[in-house]
């Protein structure tokens, strides 16, 4: 169930950083390495970037080629428009004060947090963050553009449509609830609170068929939230639903109708609640503690169901109601998303939202990601850096058929979209997405299938499928840039593509043991090495654990309390894993002229390549 006009954590939720598909549960020592192996690739080119920024921005020397990497021979440097972009984007970031034999970390990242501050809003800011609102940036000014194709079938113009329907508060706020009223109501059978309910004729299993399909709740009976909070915002819909209604209810029993309403709903919920309390102590939807046989699961409905048909059938109908009413609030007026606030603060205690925009913004994101992702790659990812990439048989920028109008055309033929009227576009919406799972049952798998959309700024290697995903979200500056000199690449997205490919064959994506003996003896020295290089060190404000979560990262800023949890659960902070991988490279210690045994030029080195 998504909470959407809720608070949201700008850092969290909504800028992942790399993610790991399958790390989770996989051996936790085999971390360090490959922290070190994807640092050391990086961290080289790291190198190589700023040694290049620096003598661009320090020479007046032309030359005119395209740019390359004989840019670091220093008779040909670069000073082509994208090497000065680079350049100034490394040295804005480095903190030249500091000796890059003592701390290469802050003296490569050291102005970072001057120029990427962490707001309240946020635990941490890295270059993802700065990417991913650059992204939505250039995904609201694709929404807010006008539609270009503007003919009935064409994609653009429902995305569009949708998007300019969800925004448009002044007809949400002439409908008030009546769309609910109208539309959702008798689909259901009509509401006790009403008196559009016959309990005498009411088909309970039709009413939850149509929550469920119809109205695509697909919550009743699954999810219980029943808490003291609730029972006002239920109170508050309520009201405003049989006011915008224009009944009459006979003899002035609406409140005490809302009443009966709030207190069947709440005692159905605690029933689930019950029931799901004795069965279930994990949260996971999967776990072997969730499955119920089909006798098991009616015994418990049964038991929650209980009583004599006449007040079960309303208190079930209020149910429905309820759970209807709490999945289409937020898209009806203010009012009814306001209720909604007021509930979240009850909650928790943070008047944190999205407003109007965002939250139409995700409604796209969640619902009509293709579609957006098609006229991102169109205005935002030229052909050539497709072409740079497309020798790889991986999954790069963006899948074909996206820049196939026709074909995006036909992905939505059968969805309707009206320029103004929001409540019946979600419903729209609803059943195209109903009619998308129902393809997932019978198709066949599909490789060619990306998980992600073309505008995220995260990447993965899905070891299931063997196969690396990097959308073209995440190719924008500073990660990749076609127009850029090959060593900023390589050393952006070059070392995260690295990273991710140790990945495929290391014990993450292992398996079957298929290592020799001979490597994986090498592999555990090489191991046992790094592992004694890198537990406890003390070169930040804690004391590294023996092992880490991988993260990869640029600079970063994060709060300390963010830095404090990340120590505590073992995640070693990126400063010092650059240091200590740079720490660990003849080469760094040879270019920087570092002397033997400053903390960049570790006296035993691993050996690692
Ligand atoms: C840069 O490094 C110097 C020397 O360590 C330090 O005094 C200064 O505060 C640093 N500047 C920033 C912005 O952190
Ligand atoms: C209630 O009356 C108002 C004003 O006439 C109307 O706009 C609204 O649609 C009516 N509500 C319903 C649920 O029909
Ligand atoms: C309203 O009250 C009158 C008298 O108390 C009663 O006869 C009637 O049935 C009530 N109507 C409803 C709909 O409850
Ligand atoms: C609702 O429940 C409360 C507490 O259980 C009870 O005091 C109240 O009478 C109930 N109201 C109705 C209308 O059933
Ligand atoms: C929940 O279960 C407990 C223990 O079985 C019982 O005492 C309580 O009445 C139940 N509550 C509801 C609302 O069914
Ligand atoms: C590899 O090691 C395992 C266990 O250490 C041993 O049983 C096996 O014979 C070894 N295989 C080879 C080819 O040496
Ligand atoms: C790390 O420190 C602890 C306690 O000071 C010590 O027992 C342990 O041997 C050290 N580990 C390594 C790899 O040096």
Known sequence: MTEPYAQFDKSNDKAPIVTFDDVKVRLRNFRLLEIILAITTFVAVVICVILAGILASKSGNVENNAPSSSALTGSNICVEAPCL?????ALQ????????????YKYACGNFPRFNPVDSEMTSNTVYHTLYHENEEK????????VERDQKWSFEKKLKDLFSSCTNTYYKERA?????INQVLPKIGGWYVLNTMNPNTWDFNDALRKTHVDLWTRTAFFTTRYRNDLKMYMRRVATFLVRDSNITIANNTEQQRIETFVNDTFEVESRLANITAETVPTTDPHADEMRLTLVQLTEKVNNVIDFTAFLKYIMLNNYLVWRLAYRYAQEMSWEYVHANREFYVDLYGRPNFLGTWLYCFYYMDRNLGDALGSLYVKDHFADKNKDKLRKS??????????VDESKMDARYEKLNIDNIDYFTNVLQINQFERADWNNLLVKREDRSEWAFHTYDTFMSYANYWNEMIVPAGLLQFPIYDYTLPHYWNFGSIGSLIGHYYIHGIDKFGEFKNWWSNYTNLNYEKARKCVEIHYTNKTMGPYTVPGNTEPVTTNCFNRNDNTAYFNALRGRVSEDLRTNSVVSQIQDFSTAFNCPKGSPMNAEQKCNLF
């Open 85 to 89: 972009k680079s350049a100034g984007h």
């Open 93 to 104: 970031n480095m903190n030249t004060s500091v000796d890059p034999c003592n701390n290469f």
């Open 139 to 146: 995904l609201k000014r694709i929404l807010e553009s006008p």
């Open 176 to 180: 008030k609830g009546s769309p609910f």
């Open 393 to 402: 048989s991986d999954k790069m920028g963006y899948p074909d058929f996206m």
